[in-house]
């Protein structure tokens, strides 16, 4: 039997060091124990996988969720890419002769590679500068003599410090390389660059302005053609919204140490600058002969050199944090988009909208296999309605169609008619079919893989999107895997934001969803099983050839026969693939083979009762602790449970179909597409997403949109502005809310444009919003229950959750129970 590894009796007390400093920090920050993140760790160095310590290690752990430990591991590779930049900063000031016990003890301190870059700023290797050539000159002492002495004459002190050799042939010259030192000195000074960048992260601005022509040219920009904010505190959409402009041409950016439109603050704030750099120079105004020399010293090295290295700095942290931001909410919006409600295993009818080209057609029957394609032209020019509708209802009489899946594209609400005619032609059917607007958002791009090649091999490239339009209704996620998470259309400024971060978020939200839902070893593809913990793109090509070859699994255990699939892949990835109908009943559950001894125990004990009412500390001991038996007595109270919501699907009226059929006041049904920080962008039919600002979200203050709104989710709006001619429009979940005189309510936005919220610089609208709204009535919006399927690969279907006695009884059969 398995050990699964415990929590520490005990935790040894001793000041951290090495990799115990990182644990503990880590631990501090997550508000969690310095033990379980090392537990943590030595699991994901050891090679497993997240899903798999956060399912099936919680003893490990104390329990560390999914969320912590992404966090955790994100911690841990920004701190020991720390450790390893310290190290070599160590070893270059060193190599240099320069590595002083003081500096040493400040390079070890540094805990921000900021902050480590600011003490080893004087060490690097760099171009000889103005201050490198004064010192060759031997002008160091002149500068010293004058910090030191300010009741010196400057003139007739660096009368001493001639050097025609070097150029120096006057005291303006030798004056003027001692200030290149001083200022150089300023600039590389670790505390002042620290104390400094703070200030002006929260009392500067960042400002922008339009270039010179090029006002017509960027009107998306238009919000910042003469903006200024605090760095501090800015929306992220704002920050790359920002970046993005200056880019392109349109913006230029600068950060001022107060707002320019105040020239009294700017010159006070200024000279406060000015002033620090001073004193970090050791010099001060006090009438002396050299005061005034070195005072313009401390104003030159501010607006030189010290300013335009913190606006580069704080340019770089603007962006870092605005990333982390659109990271998140990428990350976020692709987690709802894949965990979307399936339909299930229900024969469906994909049409892919088109007009000159027209209308794709697949049929996928419930195992998501293709059985018939076709094209129809419908739509002007051809206007061959009547034949489209003869041979769609064809089509859904042969195979039993049950839904109709319509790609939003162009022609879509056009396509929605011919959809709603052919369910009228069905009268005669059992069940007549739903007709359902899906996102089509990347079925392009996987109508082109090599994927869509190898999986519908001879069918024409145009087919392949209807049938991922027919399938992503079907099973959301087991379809949308197939896809790069970033072309399914739920993120902002994806192409400004770093790559390889982006990826591997988005890549670890993909494996989260996989395995928080389980797939069918026996029906999933291979980019479905490749996102299971332990799997991967080899093996998972392997699991398919094997069952090509060998038939369905019927065991798990048959798995360690998949060539290249060892102990160490099996332990992680066995719990999360499932095998319905196979020789043992518990592998088509989510409880690890590692723990069927103690789930057949439960299962004996319980009888013909449920396992719920037992008391999960009757079957803990030394191998299985308290939370591993707790969640094995949830999977066997109903086992393959999915945790995706059920299945339902909006509206749109009838007669409204683009943006001038649209009027304020009206309320309609739409889904949640995208949300942003500044609020949730809904589909309401008409070809143009509309936004609901997060100030029109709810009557409370509400800080993210996530809180109140999913992508997926099936709301109800309610038109504040409808502008065609920007294709813009403003809605509100509120439906009590009323537009203003004339139809203008809360300024809506496009979706994708740069300056997708509006408000510039001035007090947010969501606060503005919070505070008019505090106290009113709260809307009740439409949510989503939990649903029952068995799975969650290619073709899982909804089923009744099986009774812990159906489990039981089934191990009877199979001789396992007594």
């Known amino acids: 039997m398995t050990q699964l590894p415990q929590a520490p009796s005990s935790v040894p007390s001793a000041t951290p060091t090495g990799d115990d400093a990182i644990y503990?920090?880590?631990?501090t920050e997550l508000g969690v124990k310095a033990w379980q993140v090392k537990a943590a760790v030595e699991l994901l160095d050891g090679g497993s996988t997240v899903p798999f310590i956060a399912r099936y290690r919680k003893e490990a752990t104390g329990t560390l969720d999914d969320t912590q430990l992404r966090d955790l591991e994100e911690r841990l590779r920004y701190l020991r890419e720390l450790a390893d930049r310290r190290r070599a900063v160590l070893e270059a000031v060193e190599a240099q002769g320069q590595l002083t016990p003081e500096l040493k003890t400040a390079i070890l301190a540094a805990d921000t590679k900021s902050r480590l870059e600011d003490i080893y700023l004087p060490f690097k290797s760099k171009r000889r500068t103005k201050a490198q050539i004064a010192r060759e000159a031997g002008l160091e002492p002149l500068?010293?003599?004058?910090?030191?002495?300010?009741?010196?004459?400057?003139?007739?002190?660096?009368?001493?410090?001639?050097?025609?050799?070097?150029?120096?042939?006057?005291?303006?010259?030798?004056?003027?390389?001692?200030?290149?030192?001083?200022?150089?000195?300023?600039?590389?000074?670790?505390?002042?660059?620290?104390?400094?960048?703070?200030?002006?992260?929260?009392?500067?601005?960042?400002?922008?302005?339009?270039?010179?022509?090029?006002?017509?040219?960027?009107?998306?920009?238009?919000?910042?053609?003469?903006?200024?904010?605090?760095?501090?505190?800015?929306?992220?959409?704002?920050?790359?919204?920002?970046?993005r402009g200056e880019k392109d041409g349109i913006l230029e950016l600068d950060l001022a140490e107060a707002d320019p439109a105040d020239d009294d603050a700017l010159?006070?704030?200024?000279?406060?600058?000015?002033?620090?750099?001073?004193?970090?120079?050791?010099?001060?105004?006090?009438?002396?002969?050299?005061?005034?020399?070195?005072?313009?010293?401390?104003?030159?090295?501010?607006?030189?050199?010290?300013?335009?290295?913190?606006?580069?700095?704080?340019?770089?942290?603007?962006?870092?944090?605005?990333?982390?931001?659109?990271?998140?909410?990428?990350?976020?919006?692709l987690r709802d988009v894949l965990l979307a409600a399936p339909a299930g295993n229900r024969a469906t009818l994909g049409l892919d909208p088109g007009l000159r080209t027209g209308v794709k057609v697949a049929v996928v029957d419930g195992t998501g296999k293709v059985v018939a394609t076709d094209t129809v032209y419908p739509h002007a020019p051809a206007k061959k309605w009547d034949e489209a509708?003869?041979?769609?209802?064809?089509?859904?009489?042969?195979?039993?169609?049950?839904?109709?899946?319509?790609?939003?594209?162009?022609?879509?609400?056009?396509?929605?008619?011919?959809?709603?005619?052919?369910?009228?032609?069905?009268?005669?059917?059992?069940?007549?079919?739903?007709?359902?607007?899906?996102?089509?958002?990347?079925?392009?791009?996987?109508?082109?893989s090599a994927l869509a090649a190898a999986e519908l091999p001879g069918m024409d490239v145009s087919l392949r999107g209807a049938v991922s339009i027919a399938r992503r209704l079907q099973d959301p996620l087991a379809e949308l895997v197939k896809i790069d998470?970033?072309?399914?259309?739920?993120?902002?400024?994806?192409?400004?934001?770093?790559?390889?971060?982006?990826?591997?978020?988005?890549?670890?939200?993909?494996?989260?969803?996989?395995?928080?839902?389980?797939?069918?070893?026996n029906t999933a593809s291979p980019a479905l099983l490749s996102r299971v913990a332990g799997v991967g793109p080899l093996l998972s090509e392997n699991i398919v050839a094997y069952r090509n070859e060998h038939g369905p699994f019927a065991r798990r255990t048959d798995l360690k026969k998949v060539p290249r699939l060892g102990a160490k892949a099996f332990e992680q990835c066995a719990g999360f693939l499932r095998i319905t109908g196979g020789a043992e009943p518990l592998d088509a559950s989510s409880v690890h083979p590692e723990s069927y001894a103690v789930a057949r125990k439960i299962?004996?004990?319980?009888?013909?009762?449920?396992?719920?009412?037992?008391?999960?500390?009757?079957?803990?001991?030394?191998?299985?602790?308290?939370?591993?038996?707790?969640?094995?007595?949830?999977?066997?109270?109903?086992?393959?449970?999915?945790?995706?919501?059920?299945?339902?699907?909006?509206?749109?009226?009838?007669?409204?179909?683009?943006?001038?059929?649209?009027?304020?006041?009206?309320?309609?049904?739409?889904?949640?597409?995208?949300?942003?920080?500044?609020?949730?962008?809904?589909?309401?039919?008409?070809?143009?997403?509309?936004?609901?600002?997060?100030?029109?979200?709810?009557?409370?203050?509400?800080?993210?949109?996530?809180?109140?709104?999913?992508?997926?989710?099936?709301?109800?709006?309610?038109?504040?502005?409808?502008?065609?001619?920007?294709?813009?429009?403003?809605?509100?979940?509120?439906?009590?809310?009323?537009?203003?005189?004339?139809?203008?309510?809360?300024?809506?936005?496009?979706?994708g444009t740069p300056a997708a919220e509006r408000s510039g610089g001035r007090p947010q609208p969501a606060e503005r919003g919070a505070r008019q709204d505090a106290g009113r009535r709260r809307q009740d919006h439409q949510k989503t229950g939990g649903r029952n399927t068995s799975g969650g690969g290619r073709g899982s279907s909804p089923k009744p959750e099986p009774a812990n006695t159906a489990m039981a009884e089934a191990l009877r059969r199979a001789g396992l129970g007594k």
């Open 143 to 243: 500068a010293e003599a004058l910090v030191r002495r300010p009741d010196l004459q400057p003139e007739q002190e660096a009368a001493k410090y001639l050097n025609t050799e070097h150029a120096i042939g006057d005291a303006t010259a030798a004056l003027a390389g001692a200030r290149a030192i001083l200022v150089e000195r300023a600039a590389q000074d670790p505390d002042l660059a620290a104390t400094l960048r703070e200030r002006l992260w929260t009392q500067g601005r960042m400002v922008s302005r339009v270039k010179k022509g090029k006002e017509a040219e960027g009107q998306k920009f238009a919000d910042y053609f003469d903006f200024a904010q605090a760095p501090a505190g800015m929306p992220s959409h704002r920050v790359l919204a920002l970046l």
């Open 603 to 751: 299962l004996v004990a319980a009888g013909s009762a449920s396992a719920s009412s037992l008391d999960a500390r009757d079957f803990v001991d030394d191998t299985f602790g308290l939370p591993t038996v707790t969640d094995i007595l949830a999977e066997l109270d109903k086992p393959g449970r999915d945790p995706r919501p059920a299945f339902a699907a909006a509206t749109f009226s009838e007669g409204i179909e683009k943006i001038s059929d649209l009027k304020p006041g009206m309320v309609l049904e739409g889904t949640v597409t995208n949300v942003a920080a500044f609020g949730a962008f809904v589909d309401i039919g008409v070809h143009q997403d509309g936004l609901v600002h997060v100030s029109a979200l709810a009557n409370r203050f509400v800080s993210d949109p996530r809180e109140v709104v999913k992508s997926g989710q099936v709301v109800r709006v309610k038109v504040l502005e409808a502008d065609p001619e920007r294709k813009r429009i403003s809605l509100t979940l509120r439906l009590d809310d009323e537009p203003a005189a004339g139809g203008k309510g809360t300024r809506g936005a496009g979706a």
């Open 389 to 448: 509708l003869a041979t769609l209802v064809k089509l859904a009489r042969q195979h039993a169609v049950e839904l109709v899946a319509i790609g939003n594209g162009t022609a879509s609400r056009e396509t929605d008619k011919l959809a709603a005619e052919l369910i009228k032609l069905l009268p005669d059917v059992d069940r007549k079919p739903q007709k359902l607007v899906v996102s089509e958002a990347g079925a392009s791009v996987y109508s082109a």
């Open 267 to 333: 010159a006070a704030a200024r000279s406060r600058y000015e002033s620090a750099v001073a004193r970090c120079l050791g010099v001060a105004d006090r009438g002396r002969p050299a005061d005034a020399w070195l005072m313009q010293t401390a104003q030159v090295a501010w607006r030189s050199r010290v300013l335009a290295r913190l606006t580069a700095d704080l340019r770089g942290r603007m962006f870092a944090e605005a990333e982390d931001e659109a990271v998140r909410v990428f990350a976020a919006n």
């Open 24 to 27: 503990a920090q880590i631990a």
């Open 485 to 521: 998470p970033k072309s399914i259309g739920v993120g902002q400024y994806q192409h400004d934001v770093t790559a390889s971060k982006l990826d591997r978020s988005l890549d670890a939200v993909v494996e989260d969803c996989v395995n928080a839902v389980g797939v069918d070893v």
